[in-house]
């Protein structure tokens, strides 16, 4: 109403948006006030989606290079010179590796289960039936497939 050509709705229209403002305990200034700091925050928020997708494509061409698709200096960036991985503690690592994506949510006993099971060599059955199961779980929720 206060873009209306009659100037006592204009009047009404100011009169009721100051009387919400005062309820509020906010005045016009607030209003710019936010309006300022919402542009500020808009351009803050595409600084930050521009450095995310710069970082996204630095992800993709490092896993596409640490695939085999690259030269052996860059494979060797993305090799364990620890002890040699198994089948478990290759999917226990792919399960906190989705979790640290933010793909998956684990309790933190889960988290340090796997952490663990990324580590040893040999698990016992009952962890490696629990293992199983966490795995299974994820490959549900998310429909990828752990590695080999």
Same mark, same amino acid.
């Given at each position: 109403m206060i873009g209306?050509?009659?100037p006592g709705e204009r009047l009404? +229209?100011?009169? +009721? +948006?100051d009387l919400i403002l005062k309820r509020l305990g906010l005045s016009w200034l607030d209003?710019? #006030? +936010?309006? #300022? =700091?919402?542009a500020k !925050?808009? /351009?803050a928020a595409q600084k930050l989606k521009t450095e995310r997708d710069a970082l996204l494509g630095e992800v993709e061409r490092l896993n596409k290079t640490a695939n085999g698709h690259g030269g052996s200096l860059a494979q060797a !960036?993305? =090799?364990d010179a620890g002890t040699p991985q198994t089948v478990s503690s290759r999917s226990a690592q792919w399960v906190l590796d989705l979790a640290g994506q933010g793909f998956v949510y684990l309790a933190e006993k889960e988290t340090d289960f796997l952490t663990s099971c990324a580590r040893w060599r040999v !698990? #016992?059955?009952? =962890?490696? /039936?629990? !293992?199983r199961d966490i795995v299974a779980m994820v490959t549900r929720r998310t429909g990828q497939a752990p590695p080999p």
């Open positions: 209306s050509g009659h009404n +229209a100011v009169d +009721a +948006a209003i710019g #006030t +936010a309006f #300022t =700091q919402c !925050l808009l /351009d !960036l993305w =090799q !698990l #016992t059955p009952r =962890q490696k /039936d629990w !293992l």
